[in-house]
């Protein structure tokens, strides 16, 4: 079992979705599949503010989860699924 350590949360944009140093998020990271809904569109929204428009990650297990997501949403548009 993983240990989740504390570190802020809420719906300010500017906080960060997924923490480094945090076993937890790096495993959620690791298989975007356990993280929770609301997360996961904010992290959908964030990867598409950081690699289409202009914004940035917050931390790196942030940038490392957006990135895995971005390949798949390449994949997804090169198939016409996703425009």
Do not use: F
């Not at 504390?6 to 298989?31: F, K, M, S, Y």
């Amino acid at each position: 079992m993983t240990v989740h350590r504390p570190h802020p949360i809420g719906a300010d944009p500017e906080v960060a979705i997924l923490w480094d140093n945090c076993e937890r998020c790096t495993q959620h990271a690791r298989n975007l599949w356990e993280l929770d809904v609301h997360n996961s569109r904010r992290l959908v929204r964030r990867m598409l503010q950081a690699e289409l428009g202009g914004g940035r990650y917050l931390t790196e297990t942030e940038a490392a989860a957006g990135r895995s997501l971005y390949r798949a949403y390449v994949l997804l548009e090169k198939a016409g699924v996703v425009s």
